[in-house]
T-cell receptor, first 113, second 114 residues
Framework: AQSVTQPDIHITVSEGASLELRCNYS??????LFWYVQSPGQGLQLLLK??????LVQGIKGFEAEFKRSQSSFNLRKPSVHWSDAAEYFC???????????FGTGTRLTIIP | KAGVTQTPRYLIKTRGQQVTLSCSPI?????VSWYQQTPGQGLQFLFE???????NKGNFPGRFSGRQFSNSRSEMNVSTLELGDSALYLC?????????????FGSGTRLTVV
């Protein structure tokens, strides 16, 4: 069965600083990988997804993620964070034949001025 | 186009009661999935419906059930509510292959059981 680990429960960064959120997955074959963002009291919004091809994926709001098969990782990055990026971020994995996504426990991002 | 619509947004129920939550997917999306989100357990998959058939089911007791109508709208029902059922219930729709396409989520229904 697939699984996702987000090792950082909470991260605090200064506005304008760079950001990297970690995600490690476990799955035997090539997975489908996603990053979602959730603002308080809201649903989840898709930031970006990877299922094949170029291992560097561009998403909305200036985010990007890199798939590294050798490290089983799909880390999310942003060169310069804005106060509006404060939210909870979820990594998710999917697999053919199992039509659901498995989510990590999330990383809460706090932005300080 | 309209997003995924969940109603109601908030509910307060008493232990032992039952509740029905509704979800209207994005037009053209035939797959509807439901998740329970709690601070302690995170996002847990409840079930997925595709063309009115339950295609996938998570590890929840039989008190949790769902259905999908011919217009792809979906409802989930929780009977004999327990305090631990308090959560944000999220509906998500996709064209048909959620694992590959990803989901579009609704804003959720916040259920509080007292």
């Amino acid at each position: 069965a697939q699984s996702v680990t987000q090792p950082d429960i909470h991260i605090t960064v200064s506005e304008g600083a760079s950001l990297e959120l970690r995600c490690n997955y476990s799955y035997g074959a090539t997975p489908y990988l996603f990053w979602y963002v959730q603002s308080p009291g809201q649903g989840l919004q898709l930031l970006l997804k990877y299922f094949s091809g170029d291992t560097l994926v561009q998403g909305i709001k200036g985010f990007e993620a890199e798939f590294k098969r050798s490290q089983s990782s799909f880390n999310l990055r942003k060169p310069s964070v804005h106060w509006s990026d404060a939210a909870e971020y979820f990594c998710a994995v999917g697999a053919d034949g199992n039509e659901k996504l498995t989510f990590g426990t999330g990383t809460r991002l706090t932005i300080i001025p | 186009k309209a997003g995924v619509t969940q109603t109601p947004r908030y509910l307060i129920k008493t232990r032992g009661q039952q509740v029905t939550l509704s979800c209207s997917p994005i037009s053209g999306h035939r797959s509807v999935s439901w998740y329970q989100q709690t601070p302690g357990q995170g996002l847990q998959f409840l079930f997925e419906y595709f063309s009115e058939t339950q295609r996938n089911k998570g590890n929840f007791p039989g008190r949790f059930s769902g259905r999908q109508f011919s217009n792809s709208r979906s409802e989930m029902n929780v009977s004999t509510l327990e305090l631990g059922d308090s959560a944000l219930y999220l509906c998500a729709s996709s064209l048909g292959r959620a694992a590959r396409d990803g989901y579009t989520f609704g804003s959720g229904t916040r259920l509080t059981v007292v």
